[in-house]
Each structure stands twice: as structure tokens, then as C-alpha cells.
């Protein structure tokens, strides 16, 4: 199975700066996704992160707050700006290796915003 | 868009007693997904099925696709197993390689 990692692990940051979390697999994979998980509260979607292409955002998510990028099969990126308090969260990324594999999913990076 | 629903949301039980999980998803999918995260946050990919059952040691995930309702049994349940059991499905039907959708998690606790 992919490794990933992510960085940073943790942040605390204040509001109305930007983070941008770094996501890192071993291997090649088909697909990169990016999630989000509030306090108390299960995983929810933000994006797939398109390689060589403009993210695919969910409801809700905008790339002006969160833009992402994936400059390659192997590596992504995702920036949350003009922070808030309710931007604290865990923000995972997660990868499939190809279309008939299990989704994998990084350690997560855990934002707290004052 | 799926919407997930699993029960129960808390559940503590013996150790060595006969777990269930339960979760029912709204649109047709490929495969549903089985996930285990510890307090530290990790997610582990437990099961990915798309039919009938799979057994991983003391854990057995069952699915019916027709009646969109899938289960998670832990057997001889031990205090290490106590976690959050999160079923996931991809976001729109089909899509083996789509992004997913959460249920909102069984927190279980399993007392010596």
C-alpha cells in the first residue's frame, strides 16, 4: 500500500493568515483527494486534486479558500486562506492507486486557528 | 449525492463480546468502504467490499448491495480494538475512484 505524508503535522496560526499542507506518496498513484474533519465531527470532502488540472471541488468548498494543486502523480498541495477559528480542523489527504484499489489516507495535519 | 448513515454513534460493550455495525447508504454504489480512526486521528483502511463478505482476523464485513446496507462485526472483542468505525462510500454512484462520504462514525469502547 502508499505511504503518505503530510506537512506540516500541526499548526496553530492566526486569523487571516494563510497554511499550505503538503501531501507526499511513495508511489504513483491515479487519485488525490483532500479532506477535512472539525472537531467532533466525521471526515467531509473538499476536493479531488487533478494532476495537471484544476481541482474538482465539492459544495460548499471555493478555490479562492482553498486552492490546491498537484503538479504531479506523486505529490499535492493544499493552501487554506484568510484563515478563521472555523478553520480548525484535521485536514487529510488521501490517495487510490488505481481504480479497483482501497483508498489510503495520510496522517492528517492538525490546524488550530486563533 | 450519497448520504451514509450508520448506527450506533456510541457503543460499550465486554470485552470478548459479538460486535455490530451498522450502515446504509442512498445511492448505488461500487464498493463501500470500512475505516478505523484512533484518538491520535490515523485513519486505517479496514475493508474495501463490493459484495457478500470479507474476514480480516476477528473482523467481518458484510454488504447487500440490493438493500444498500452493509455491516462491520468484530468477534471476541478486545480492549485494543476500541475505536471509531467510520463507513464510507464514494460521493456519486459508480465511482471506484471517487472521492467519499462519511458516516458519522461508532465510537466504540470495549471494557476488560
Known amino acids: 500500500s502508499a505511504v503518505i505524508s503530510q506537512k506540516p503535522s500541526r499548526d496553530i496560526c492566526q486569523r487571516g493568515t494563510s497554511l499550505t499542507i503538503q501531501c507526499q506518496v511513495d508511489?504513483?498513484?491515479?487519485?488525490m483527494f483532500w479532506y477535512r474533519q472539525q472537531p467532533g465531527q466525521s471526515l467531509t470532502l473538499i476536493a479531488t486534486?487533478?494532476?495537471?488540472?484544476?481541482?474538482?471541488?465539492e459544495s460548499g468548498f471555493v478555490i479562492d479558500k482553498f486552492p490546491i494543486s498537484r503538479p504531479n502523480l506523486t505529490f499535492s498541495t493544499l493552501t487554506v486562506s484568510n484563515m478563521s477559528p472555523e478553520d480548525s480542523s484535521i485536514y487529510l489527504c488521501?490517495?487510490?492507486?488505481?481504480?479497483?484499489?482501497?483508498?489510503?489516507f495520510g496522517p492528517g495535519t492538525r490546524l488550530t486557528v486563533t | 449525492k450519497n448520504e451514509v448513515e450508520q448506527s450506533p454513534q456510541n457503543l460499550t460493550a465486554q470485552e470478548g463480546e459479538f460486535i455490530t455495525i451498522n450502515c446504509s447508504y442512498s445511492?448505488?454504489?461500487?464498493?463501500l468502504h470500512w475505516l478505523q480512526q484512533h484518538p491520535g486521528g490515523g485513519i486505517v483502511s479496514l475493508f474495501m467490499?463490493?459484495?457478500g463478505k470479507k474476514k480480516h482476523g476477528r473482523l467481518i464485513a458484510t454488504i447487500n448491495i440490493q438493500e444498500k446496507h452493509s455491516s462491520l462485526h468484530i468477534t471476541a472483542s478486545h480492549p485494543r480494538d476500541s475505536a471509531v468505525y467510520i463507513c464510507?462510500?464514494?460521493?456519486?454512484?459508480?465511482?471506484?475512484?471517487?472521492?467519499?462520504?462519511f458516516g458519522k462514525g461508532t465510537h466504540l469502547i470495549i471494557q476488560p
Open positions: 488521501s490517495v487510490v492507486e488505481d481504480r479497483e484499489s482501497e483508498q489510503y
Open positions: 508511489s504513483q498513484v491515479t487519485m
Open positions: 486534486a487533478n494532476q495537471g488540472s484544476e481541482a474538482t471541488y
Open positions: 445511492v448505488g454504489i461500487s464498493a
Open positions: 467490499l463490493s459484495s
Open positions: 464510507a462510500a464514494p460521493a456519486y454512484s459508480g465511482g471506484g475512484a471517487d472521492g467519499l462520504t
